[in-house]
């Protein structure tokens, strides 16, 4: 059982960075691929991004057009860790982000990922 808790999330202004992290416990953090997801009010959850690492020198991310050049995911097998590195943030960004671990390689539809996070609320303001 893998548990995940987000934190980071503020209200920021149009233009605006923040770094989202995802603390992992409870399993062997490595050997899963993490994700992103998002979600918007009045909107289904979205894949953001996903980020999977098969050894120290060797990662695979994937994202969303829609972040795509602004947005960066990483993670820290040390500290079993994932972040979201967000920069150049729109009001369309405003969500309720989530982590999310699954094994295997990485998935973009959130019915693959089996665990996780409470989310932490992101509000980009014009």
């Known amino acids: 059982q893998v548990q995940l808790v987000e934190s980071g999330g503020e209200a920021v202004q149009t233009g605006g960075s923040l770094r989202l992290s995802c603390a992992a416990s409870g399993g062997t953090f490595s050997s899963y691929s993490m994700g992103w997801f998002r979600q918007a009010p009045g909107k289904e959850r979205e894949f953001v991004a996903a980020?999977?690492?098969?050894?120290?020198?060797?990662?695979?991310?994937h994202y969303a057009d829609s972040v795509k050049g602004r947005f960066t995911i990483s993670r820290d097998n040390a500290k079993n860790a994932v972040y979201l590195q967000m920069n150049s943030l729109k009001p369309e960004d405003t969500a309720v982000y989530y982590c999310a671990a699954k094994s295997g390689s990485v998935a973009t539809s959130e019915v693959d990922y089996m665990y996780w996070g409470q989310g932490t609320q992101v509000t980009v303001s014009s």
């Open positions: 980020v999977r690492s098969w050894n120290p020198t060797v990662t695979y991310t």
